[in-house]
């Protein structure tokens, strides 16, 4: 079974530009979720999809963040303009849908290391 | 308080001995808990998901729950120098809810 797929792996850029990030969840996973791992620390949550819609961004910081699910499968994480702070690894993960009573697992994918100079 | 705490180690033990990793949680509805290994560069790999209270093996690896205590541990029997990595401990207050995570406990086997 194929895992989380994500590009691209590395990405440099400048402040105040723009860039994105896409992500392909492990085929059957109606959640998807966008993680951000400053170097040091553990991963911390931006957005969470359940099929198309958002279930969770209250971490987002959403003057500059912005994602989306269309159709409920691939998504993307734009940064637009980039900050210095905004370097990182940006993670996705994927899990089945929660259902009662049933836990399901969080998978990563490979990640993307934005650096912004 | 930190809402998942491990500390940040370097725990060092020799090749072959038991490793031991702890994990508080602040929050008491928390119901799923988690522990990831992550090598230095890449992303994080699920090795261990409990649930409720007790232990729960898998080869060399034992999770260890108190939910009175709100206290997560991981034994690593047998310790070999490719279980050098950092492990996150993660929780999470229900199904598919999102995971908060701890800052990780480094552990290094030495040869």
């Known amino acids: 079974e194929a895992g989380v797929a994500q590009s691209p792996r590395y990405k440099i850029i400048e402040k105040r530009q723009s860039v994105a990030f896409w992500c392909n969840p492990i085929s059957g996973h109606a959640t998807l979720y966008w993680y951000q791992q400053i170097l040091g620390q553990g991963p911390k949550l931006l957005i969470q999809f359940q099929n198309n819609g958002v279930v969770d961004d209250s971490q987002l910081p959403k003057d500059r963040f912005s994602a989306e699910r269309l159709k409920g499968v691939d998504s993307t994480l734009k940064i637009q303009p980039a900050k210095l702070e905004d370097s990182a690894v940006y993670l996705c993960?994927?899990?089945?849908?929660?259902?009662?009573?049933?836990?399901?697992?969080?998978?990563f994918g490979p990640g993307t290391r934005l650096t912004v100079t | 308080q930190k809402e998942v705490e491990q500390n940040s180690g370097p725990l060092s033990v020799p090749e072959g001995a038991i490793a031991s990793l702890n994990c508080t949680y602040s929050?008491?509805?928390?119901?799923?808990f988690f522990w990831y290994r992550q090598y230095s560069g890449k992303s994080p790999e699920l090795i261990m998901s409990?649930?409720?209270?007790g232990d729960k093996e898998d080869g060399r690896f034992t999770a260890q729950l108190n939910k009175a205590s709100q206290y997560v541990s991981l034994l690593i029997r047998d310790s070999q120098p490719s279980d050098s990595a950092t492990y996150l401990c993660a929780v999470g207050k229900s199904s598919g809810d999102k995971l908060t995570f701890g800052t990780g406990t480094r552990l290094a086997v030495r040869p």
């Open positions: 929050d008491r509805v928390s119901q799923s």
């Open positions: 409990i649930y409720s209270n």
């Open positions: 993960a994927s899990s089945l849908s929660p259902g009662t009573g049933t836990f399901y697992e969080q998978y």
